[in-house]
C-alpha cells in the first residue's frame, strides 16, 4: 500500500510569490489533513476535508492559504502571496474516517518551505 | 494557545536504558491521546495511543501512561536502543472528534 505523498518535498521561493502544494492520501482514506510546523514549534491543525468537503478550516492563518480536494481524491494547499512567516513544513495526513480512535493520522514526508 | 504541552525539548539516554517522554494536556475533554515518532525527514508515524479509559497501554518497549487528574501522560521505552532517536510527538484527540492537537516535540538520543 502507498503512503502518504507530497510534492514538492522542499521549495524555495521569494516573498511576494505564489507555491502550489500537492497531496496524495492512502487510497480510500476519506479524511485528509494539513498541518504546518514551523520550525521548534509544534504541528499545527491548518484544515481537514472528509473527501471533497472541508470540514474544519479553523486553523488556516488567513485568506493567503486556499486548499482544494476536488474529487475527494488529492489536495492542493496554494498560498498567494507568500510571505517569511509562512516558512515550515507542510505535512498532509490522511486518515480512513470515523472516530480518531479508530483511525490513526498517516502522514507524508512533508513539504518544506522557504519563503526568503 | 497550545493546548498539547512538551516542556523537555530534548532527552539523553543511554542504550538499555529507560527513556522517559512526558506531554501535559490543558483541555479536560481529551480523551484519546497517541505518541508519534518522527525521523528527520520524514513525517510523524504512529506508535502508540491510550484511551481516558485506561491508565497503561504496553506494546514491546513501549507503555504509554495516562494520569487524567493531573492531565499528564508519559512514554516509556524500555530498553532504549539506537534507532528509537528520534523526535516523539505528543498528540491529543476527542474519543468520536477528528482534530488531533499536537505537541512541540521531544528530540530523544539514545546514546550507544
Known amino acids: 500500500e502507498a503512503g502518504v505523498t507530497q510534492f514538492p518535498s522542499h521549495s524555495v521561493i521569494e516573498k511576494g510569490q505564489t507555491v502550489t502544494l500537492r497531496c496524495d492520501p492512502i487510497?480510500?482514506?476519506?479524511?485528509l489533513y494539513w498541518y504546518r510546523r514551523v520550525m521548534g514549534k509544534e504541528i499545527k491543525f491548518l484544515l481537514h476535508?472528509?473527501?471533497?468537503?472541508?470540514?474544519?478550516e479553523s486553523g488556516m492563518p488567513n485568506n493567503r492559504f486556499l486548499a482544494e480536494r476536488t474529487g475527494g481524491t488529492y489536495s492542493t494547499l496554494k498560498v498567494q502571496p507568500a510571505e517569511l512567516e509562512d516558512s515550515g513544513v507542510y505535512f498532509c495526513?490522511?486518515?480512513?474516517?470515523?472516530?480518531?480512535?479508530?483511525?490513526?493520522?498517516?502522514f507524508g514526508n512533508g513539504t518544506r518551505l522557504t519563503v526568503t | 494557545d497550545q493546548q498539547v504541552k512538551q516542556n523537555s525539548p530534548s532527552l539523553s539516554v543511554q542504550e538499555g536504558r529507560i527513556s522517559i517522554l512526558n506531554c501535559d494536556y490543558t483541555?479536560?475533554?481529551?480523551?484519546?491521546f497517541l505518541w508519534y515518532k518522527k525521523y528527520p525527514a520524514e513525517g510523524p508515524t504512529f506508535l502508540i495511543s491510550?484511551?481516558?479509559?485506561?491508565d497503561k497501554n504496553e506494546d514491546g518497549r513501549f507503555t504509554v501512561f495516562l494520569n487524567k487528574s493531573a492531565k499528564h501522560l508519559s512514554l516509556h521505552i524500555v530498553p532504549s536502543q539506537p534507532g528509537d532517536s528520534a523526535v516523539y510527538f505528543c498528540?491529543?484527540?476527542?474519543?468520536?472528534?477528528?482534530?488531533?492537537?499536537f505537541g512541540t516535540g521531544t528530540s530523544l538520543t539514545v546514546i550507544p
Open positions: 476535508f472528509v473527501k471533497e468537503s472541508k470540514q474544519d
Open positions: 483541555n479536560s475533554m481529551f480523551d484519546y
Open positions: 487510497s480510500g482514506h476519506d479524511n
Open positions: 498528540a491529543a484527540s476527542v474519543w468520536t472528534g477528528n482534530q488531533f492537537y
Open positions: 491510550i484511551s481516558s479509559i485506561k
Open positions: 495526513a490522511s486518515s480512513l474516517g470515523g472516530d480518531a480512535s479508530n483511525s490513526p493520522l498517516h
